[in-house]
């Protein structure tokens, strides 16, 4: 158990609607990064937030946002979506802001399914 | 660009073979690299790392070694157990000057072994 914690697990929903998915970083981590896991694509880096702050930005669509909040769960919301988003999105948490390194506990992931 | 080639599997194997997962990568400037294992129905997890060449990162009987002639870093076991079964993925950190660290990561390599 990594002490990242992701709600929901699994996710059903259809084309053109909108989802929230929420991140529990690990006590004490300030940093909060999301990544995509898909069959075609691979893991990929979306975005990081520290301490409240966006940090990096991958390759996020612009259908989709995300925010950190004062008790800094942080929550990923993806809108319009298409069946191209269907995905096993991850996030992970660090203690520092990524501008020297610090290991990356990542959560166990949601399940996402866009029929 | 940074980017990570890992060998496609599945790979199969039985208990007690040797395993070798290739991974080469392409970046500037000196990248740490990672290796990272997913269980099943887990989020990903850090095995080994290693930040300079010719570093040996060795985890639970997991070697790799950072080549930089050969821009490889090639994950190795003498002794594969059925609990090794998992996807390992391969991956590497940048940090563009003024920017902050970013895991850029490989497809994934599904390990099976079988008793």
């Known amino acids: 158990d990594s002490g990242v914690t992701q709600t929901p697990k699994h996710l059903i929903t259809a084309t053109g609607q909108r989802v929230t998915l929420r991140c529990s970083p690990r006590?004490?981590?300030?940093?909060v990064y999301w990544y995509q896991q898909s069959l075609d694509q691979g893991l990929q880096f979306l975005i990081q937030?520290?301490?409240?702050?966006?940090?990096a930005k991958g390759n996020i669509l612009e259908r989709f946002s995300a925010q950190q909040f004062p008790d800094l769960h942080s929550e990923l919301n993806l809108s319009s979506l298409e069946l191209g988003d269907s995905a096993l999105y991850f996030c992970?948490?660090?203690?520092?802001?990524?501008?020297?390194?610090?290991?990356?506990?990542f959560g166990p992931g949601t399940r996402l399914t866009v029929l | 660009g940074n980017s990570v080639t890992q060998m496609e599997g599945p790979v199969t194997l039985s208990e007690e073979a040797f395993l070798t997962i290739n991974c080469t990568y392409t970046?500037?400037?000196?990248?740490?690299l990672f290796w990272y294992v997913q269980y099943p129905g887990e989020g990903l997890q850090l095995l080994l790392k290693?930040?300079?060449?010719?570093d040996k990162g060795s985890n639970k009987g997991f070697e790799a070694t950072y080549r930089k002639e050969t821009t490889s870093f090639h994950l190795e076991k003498g002794s594969v157990q059925v609990s090794d079964s998992a996807v390992y993925f391969c991956?590497?950190?940048?940090?563009?000057?003024?920017?902050?660290?970013?895991?850029?990561f490989g497809k994934g390599t599904k390990l099976t072994v079988n008793p």
């Open positions: 992970a948490s660090s203690v520092g802001g990524g501008f020297s390194y610090n290991e990356q506990f």
């Open positions: 290693a930040t300079k060449a010719d």
């Open positions: 991956a590497l950190r940048t940090k563009p000057q003024g920017g902050s660290e970013k895991l850029v």
């Open positions: 937030y520290y301490n409240g702050e966006e940090r």
């Open positions: 006590s004490g981590d300030l940093s």
């Open positions: 970046a500037t400037g000196y990248p740490s």
